[in-house]
């Protein structure tokens, strides 16, 4: 199975700060067809998760610009410029390219 | 507007059986591979396995492959998911999820609490 490792487990910020996940994976994930299935979510208190990134650096329809995504390899990075109160919440990133698919431990993205 | 909504959740013994199912609407349902991701109370996602389009391909997780069987009626546009032999480890949330490379579509969820 493809670990994937997040961190921090807990982020306070600021609002208005810049906020940055890791993400990194025990392998490469990189599927047969050659793109790397690698999605970031956010999951705010009470609700289903929400799609923000896909495809390491492609943002959702909808999402914000101050959402970023980068990294390739076994290591990959969700960076947030600007945090508004709006973003906070648990952050998970997702393998889809090799089976059995798995999901990151969640970073939480509190007040500080 | 897609919507996802599971069913079929509840109360169930240790070592026993349940059938969660989700309504799809608002796209082409038979077009799409579909997926049953938990979350059990106060930890992280958890993916169960996906059905493809047709029925025909069914991926699952390892630890819940003897499990947990995933089915699919395309005429009714429904995806369920048949648990058995149930443990305390089975509590959770279960969502259903819309993948079309990715999880666009979430449903709201359906909880499953294993005890006696």
């Known amino acids: 199975d493809v670990l994937m490792t997040q961190t921090p487990f807990s982020l306070p910020v600021s609002l208005g700060d810049q906020a940055s996940i890791s993400c990194r994976s025990s392998?490469?994930?990189?599927?047969?067809?050659?793109?790397?299935?690698l999605e970031w979510y956010l999951q705010k208190p009470g609700q289903s998760p929400k799609l923000l990134i896909y495809?390491?650096?492609n943002r959702f329809s909808g999402v914000p610009d101050r959402f970023s995504g980068s990294g390739s390899g076994t290591d990959f990075t969700l960076k947030i410029s600007r945090v508004e109160a709006e973003d906070l919440g648990v952050y998970y990133c997702f393998q889809g390219s090799h089976f059995p698919f798995t999901f990151g431990s969640g970073t939480k993205l509190e007040i500080k | 507007e897609v919507k996802l909504l599971e069913s079929g959740g509840g109360l169930v013994q240790p070592g026993g059986s349940l059938k969660l199912s989700c309504a799809a609407s608002?796209?082409?349902?038979?077009?799409?591979?579909m997926s049953w991701v938990r979350q059990a109370p106060g930890k992280g996602l958890e993916w169960i396995g996906e059905?493809?389009?047709?029925?025909?391909?069914?991926n699952y997780t390892p630890s819940l492959k003897d499990k947990f069987i995933i089915s699919r009626d395309n005429a009714k546009n429904t995806l369920n998911l048949q648990m058995s032999k149930v443990t305390s480890e089975d509590t959770a949330l279960y969502y259903c999820?819309?993948?079309?490379?990715?999880?666009?579509?979430w449903g709201q969820g359906t909880l499953v609490t294993v005890s006696a």
């Open positions: 999820a819309r993948r079309g490379v990715w999880f666009a579509y």
């Open positions: 392998q490469s994930f990189v599927h047969s067809n050659g793109d790397t299935y």
């Open positions: 059905i493809n389009p047709d029925g025909t391909t069914i």
């Open positions: 608002g796209f082409d349902f038979s077009r799409y591979w």
């Open positions: 495809k390491v650096s």
